[in-house]
């Protein structure tokens, strides 16, 4: 079983369209992340949910919108599409809040969005 | 902006050779430090950390910090073609946000 899951892993679309990406992981974690790699390889943090509230929310813009249903689920939501979106979409998950314990994140496979 | 910082290489090593890693923070306040290893497509995957100052060994791989000097760095002994990957620094500040990552160091291992 794959634990932490994303879909879909590669997505193409127009600038201007709204998309979404949905992860889900079966691993039991109280926390869940967005980060977003640029084609440099940079992994920068976007959002965070801890037992489906919202504990992190960097420098975003707005068009980005995550949404948890519940502590398993982490949907993003991304309204009018620009050029600069183009990256891979990373989910992860941890147990406890990044304490002093492994600190393990537990990615997803990426989604890989081309914007157009 | 709480960064740290890694040379982003390519850091090329022959086969057998020790590869190392090096990793600076900016934050006095991170506790714990990560390296993930992230293979060309593929997600990045946990392979050591360290919060003592001090060294900490796992089979090949050895993760080095000091404090002080807010420095980690990673040595691969007996490095192998299949270590050939992006290795990702990352500290945790300990202020309940996520990790920060580096922008990774390109590591070859040529045969």
């Known amino acids: 079983d794959t634990a932490v899951s994303q879909t879909p892993k590669y997505l193409v679309t127009q600038m201007g369209n709204d998309k979404s990406i949905k992860c889900e992981q079966n691993?039991?974690?109280?926390?869940m992340y967005w980060y977003k790699q640029d084609s440099k390889k940079f992994l920068k943090i976007m959002f965070s949910?801890?037992?489906?509230?919202?504990?992190i929310n960097e420098t975003v813009p707005n068009r980005f919108s995550p949404k948890s249903p519940d502590k398993a689920h982490l949907n993003l939501h991304i309204n009018s599409l620009e050029l600069g979106d183009s990256a891979v979409y990373f989910c992860?998950?941890?147990?406890?809040?990044?304490?002093?314990?492994?600190?393990?994140?537990?990615f997803g496979e990426g989604s890989r969005l081309t914007v157009l | 902006q709480k960064e740290v910082e890694q040379n982003s290489g390519p850091l090329s090593v022959p086969e057998g050779a020790i590869a190392s890693l090096n990793c600076t923070y900016s934050?006095?306040?991170?506790?714990?430090f990560f390296w993930y290893r992230q293979y060309s497509g593929k997600s990045p995957e946990l392979i050591m950390f360290?919060?003592?100052?001090g060294d900490k060994e796992d089979g090949r791989f050895t993760a080095q910090l000091n404090k002080a000097s807010q420095y980690v760095s990673l040595l691969i002994r007996d490095s192998q073609p299949s270590d050939s990957a992006t290795y990702l620094c990352?500290?945790?500040?300990?202020?309940?946000?996520?990790?920060?990552f580096g922008k990774g160091t390109s590591l070859l291992v040529t045969p």
């Open positions: 934050d006095r306040g991170s506790q714990s």
């Open positions: 990352a500290a945790d500040p300990n202020s309940g946000y996520a990790l920060n």
């Open positions: 949910y801890n037992n489906k509230e919202l504990i």
């Open positions: 691993l039991g974690h109280d926390t």
């Open positions: 360290i919060y003592s100052n």
């Open positions: 992860a998950s941890s147990q406890e809040f990044l304490g002093l314990n492994t600190g393990e994140l537990f």
